[in-house]
């Protein structure tokens, strides 16, 4: 019977764990930023106008943003944890430039977002009309910051800069290029605007729940044309901040490129696959079928039809005579197919925004049963979409955790037996199948209850829980 050596099970299994800790947390951080925003939107909306649908509507999709933030705080708590467990050669090596993004990303952004969320929840009828809408506001912001501090973290992996090597350690030496070096910046505003694209979809899915079924359409109908009008510009974002991002990889990350379009060999007048078939390997060295759209890959990787994109086969050749021997190649299928996930969904969403906006435009959002039916059933796809990006992103990275410095099998703790991973990865799965449980049956609940101003005025008129120590 075939058995992997015990050093390879701890990092194979170390890899699942931490994979899946972080696609299930990512799952829940677009729609936690894209929702506190909207939800500033909503609450200013009726701050100007006094008008109390924008007030029920706050309230409603504000219960969804809390129980979507409860859930996305308790697993991104795991993240920390892994790092010195089960990770801890990775955490040495980099712990004088990882440290810095994370503990601001602690004590400025996690500290504002926790305190006034607090003062948000119960600061209806309590605080002045004002600075309670000014809490939400602060809210949005701090997430916004949290996400910059941990992307510009993760950038810094895919995108070393900023430091100098001593001994056998990284060591920081310009805090401002790690956190702004170009690769930060761009995953930044890619994620921001895929975040607007996932809540926006989401109101817009709720909402035409509640209008197909004629409950509330006037009050949803507005929720639907604020998140039309957020998902049109949005989504053409995504796209267009891709475009460079897919120019930054070509200098920065050529393999990830290559990988993700099945480009074996050095091509000029590089076409875009759109269709790849090849032998069910990690690394299969070749495609059976592989349908492309001619130039368009070109055009996109250095803004020329017949500029050169380098292929696989020669990027493993120099990574070999720069750094020694070694299989540089990340799993293709996966690189290639998340991308492509990330992409086709992309486009799916652009055309689904677009009807949406001219739906609004035409005054028929409340009215097409049809685009309704859609909506309701489109929730899933952006987080399909921002699945997809992230494993691309991580995955297109191997064999390296730290693009270029250090190798992912060089990251993993020495110390912590292989079973002990095991059983904390079946752990973990078992806890996360519960919670997504939890969250969609929660969700699902208020989703589907109706704003009502009686009940909401309750709740804002409650007394403050008193605190014992």
Same mark, same amino acid.
């Given at each position: ?8 099970a701890?990092l194979?299994?170390s890899?699942?764990?931490?994979a ?8 829940f ?5 894209g ?7 909503m609450q200013?909306?009726?701050f100007?106008?006094?008008?109390e ?6 309230r409603f ?11 996305g ?10 790092f010195?467990?089960?990770?801890s050669e990775y ?5 004088d430039?990882?440290g810095?993004?994370l ?10 977002e926790?305190?006034?969320i607090?003062?948000?929840v119960?600061g ?8 309670h809408l000014?809490t ?6 701090a $997430?916004?910051?949290? #996400?910059?501090?941990? =992307?510009? !973290?993760? /950038?810094?992996?895919?995108d070393?800069? *900023?430091?100098?090597? +001593? ?19 761009l ?9 607007a ?10 909402s ?5 079924r ?11 044309r604020l ?5 049109v ?19 920065r ?11 074996y060999? $050095?091509?000029e007048k #590089?076409?875009?696959s =759109?269709? !790849?078939? /090849? ?5 299969? *060295?070749?495609?059976? +079928? ?12 250095t803004?020329?039809?017949?500029g ?6 020669q990027l493993?050749?120099?990574?070999e005579q720069k750094?020694?021997p ?10 290639y197919?998340g991308?492509r996930g990330?992409?086709?969904i992309g ?5 689904l925004a677009?009807?949406?906006g001219?739906?609004?435009?035409k005054g ?6 049809t685009?309704h039916r859609v ?15 992230w ?6 990275r ?13 990251? +993993? ?9 095991g ?11 519960i919670?997504?449980?939890i ?8 989703a589907?209850?109706l ?5 909401d ?6 007394p ?6």
């Open positions: 019977m075939f058995e992997l050596p015990l050093a390879d701890a194979d299994l890899r699942w764990q931490f899946l800790t972080s696609i299930y947390h990512f799952l951080v677009p729609l936690t930023i929702l506190a925003f909207t939800l500033a939107i200013t909306l009726w100007r106008s006094g008008d649908q924008w007030l029920r509507l706050t999709f504000g219960k969804l943003f809390l129980i979507n933030f409860a859930i705080v308790a697993t991104g708590l795991v993240q920390e944890f892994q010195g467990m089960n990770w955490s040495r090596f980099v712990g430039v990882f810095a993004p503990a601001m990303e602690g004590l400025m952004a996690f500290f504002l926790s305190t006034f607090g003062l948000w119960f209806w009828n309590r605080l002045k009309p004002a600075i000014a939400i506001w602060i809210v949005a912001i $997430t916004t910051l949290s #996400a910059y501090f941990i =992307l510009a !973290a993760n /950038a810094w992996m895919q070393p800069v *900023g430091y100098e090597m +001593v001994g056998n350690k990284a060591q920081m030496t310009n805090i401002f290029a790690v956190l702004f070096n170009e690769t930060a910046v995953a930044f505003f890619h994620t921001m605007a895929a975040a694209v996932t809540a926006g979809f989401f109101v817009l899915g709720v035409a729940f509640h209008m197909r004629g409950q509330d359409v006037q009050a949803f109908g507005r929720a639907a998140a039309s009008a957020i998902v510009p949005a989504t053409l974002l995504v796209l267009l901040i891709g475009d460079d991002f897919m120019r930054n990889m070509v200098e990350q050529p393999m990830k490129v290559a990988a993700a379009e099945a480009l060999e $050095t091509e #590089a076409g875009l =759109l269709f !790849a078939v /090849a032998p069910l390997e990690a690394n299969p *060295g070749e495609t059976t +079928v592989n349908i492309k759209i001619p130039y368009v890959l070109s055009v996109l990787a803004n020329s039809f017949d050169e994109v380098v292929g696989i086969n493993q050749a120099q990574y750094y020694g070694g299989d540089y190649v990340p799993p293709v299928g996966v690189v197919w991308f990330m992409v086709y486009g799916l969403l652009l055309a677009l009807w949406a001219y739906l609004a435009w028929k959002i409340e009215t097409n049963r685009f909506m309701i059933w489109s929730i899933p796809l952006p987080f399909l979409a921002n699945t997809a990006g494993v691309y992103t991580e995955v297109g191997q064999p390296w955790v730290v693009q270029g410095l250090q190798q992912t099998a060089d990251g +993993v703790s020495v110390a912590v037996p292989t079973w002990q991973i059983l904390g990865l079946g752990v973990f799965m078992a806890i996360y199948a919670l997504i449980v969250e969609f049956w929660l969700l699902r609940r208020y589907q209850r704003p009502d101003p009686v009940r005025e309750a709740e804002r008129s409650k403050v829980p008193a605190m014992s120590y």
